[in-house]
């Protein structure tokens, strides 16, 4: 990675995200399939969706610094993926394997919310103010797609008494 300037940083940063977001929108498919939950379906589908638009926004900011990320692989987030994988290659009780699937889930929501919120520090400091704005709307839809995750398993699957089977 070329440390020379603040900027090689930022573009480094922005061809990670774009990775990790290609990552996620592959494996998501599997994840939606894998849950039995129709709430954590919806939450999983919503949440692809808003991930293909992350993935357009991240590339037309790439492309306004004629920037290409096709050779750059999110390492964190592909690990992230080896353990949604595992999850959804599991088997036992199908509300337990939802929970499951939704904690691998905000493992890579909590990687890109860190991601953005630096990426939106670097693009401000840089004095990229429509990126800075860019990047801080990705930053909210990750933010709700965290709040909405956690909503389902504290208020749902865990209150249903999944937490007590969980431990014995």
Do not use: W
């Not at 290609?22 to 939606?32: C, D, G, L, V, Y």
């Not at 004629?66 to 992230?80: F, L, Q, Y």
């Not at 959804?88 to 199908?94: H, I, L, Q, Y």
């Amino acid at each position: 990675m070329d440390l020379t300037s603040l900027h090689t940083v930022y573009v480094h940063h922005l061809k990670d995200l774009y990775s990790a977001e290609k990552q996620m929108i592959e494996a998501m498919p599997t994840m939606i399939e894998a849950a039995s939950s129709q709430e954590v379906k919806d939450a999983f589908a919503t949440h692809l969706e808003e991930s293909k638009g992350h993935l357009q926004r991240v590339r037309a900011l790439l492309q306004e610094l004629e920037a290409n990320p096709a050779n750059t692989n999110c390492e964190a987030m592909t690990g992230i993926v080896k353990e949604v994988s595992n999850v959804v290659d599991s088997t036992g009780k199908a509300d337990v394997k939802d929970v499951a699937l939704i904690a691998a889930a905000q493992r890579a929501e909590h990687y890109e919310i860190t991601g953005y919120g630096t990426a939106r520090a670097f693009a401000a400091t840089l004095g990229y103010s429509e990126a800075a704005s860019e990047l801080q709307m990705i930053l909210n839809d990750e933010y709700d797609a965290d709040g909405r995750l956690d909503k389902i398993a504290e208020g749902g699957l865990l209150k249903m008494g999944l937490n007590q089977e969980a431990v014995a």
